[in-house]
């Protein structure tokens, strides 16, 4: 089955960037819904960004827009998210999932990702 494990997370400035990684292994199917999601303390899970890897399509949540880039490399099988702008609203831990490609036609949304990362911390100040 697909395994997920993400890096780079950390504590940053309000206005400076990061950028997240998740190394995948064990792919079944030809192509996937990868998306990055995250979790504040006291909130439900969120989407942020999606990255169909059928036919290269990205999509975002619009807090996130024209701030966060999400992309793959294929030859490393690792999916990133480039973090910029970054608001302290942005703290949470992030996750990275990945589900059938089908679900990137769907709303932006956690469910539907059967395959889930431990999670990296991001802290804004």
């Known amino acids: 089955h697909v395994q997920l494990v993400e890096s780079g997370g950390g504590s940053v400035q309000a206005g400076g960037s990061l950028r997240l990684s998740c190394a995948a292994s064990?792919?079944?199917?030809?192509?996937?819904?990868m998306g990055w999601f995250r979790q504040a303390p006291g909130k439900e899970r969120e989407g942020v960004a999606r990255?169909?890897?059928?036919?290269?399509?990205?999509d975002y949540a619009d807090s996130v827009k024209d701030r966060f880039t999400i992309s793959r490399d294929n030859n490393k099988n690792t999916l990133y998210l480039q973090m910029n702008s970054l608001k302290p609203g942005d703290t949470a831990m992030y996750y990275c999932?990945?589900?059938?490609?089908?679900?990137?036609?769907?709303?932006?949304?956690?469910?539907?990702?059967?395959?889930w990362g431990q999670g990296t911390q991001v802290t804004v100040s």
């Open positions: 990255f169909n890897t059928a036919d290269g399509r990205a």
């Open positions: 999932a990945a589900a059938r490609d089908s679900y990137c036609y769907l709303p932006l949304s956690p469910e539907g990702f059967g395959y």
């Open positions: 064990g792919y079944t199917y030809s192509s996937y819904c």
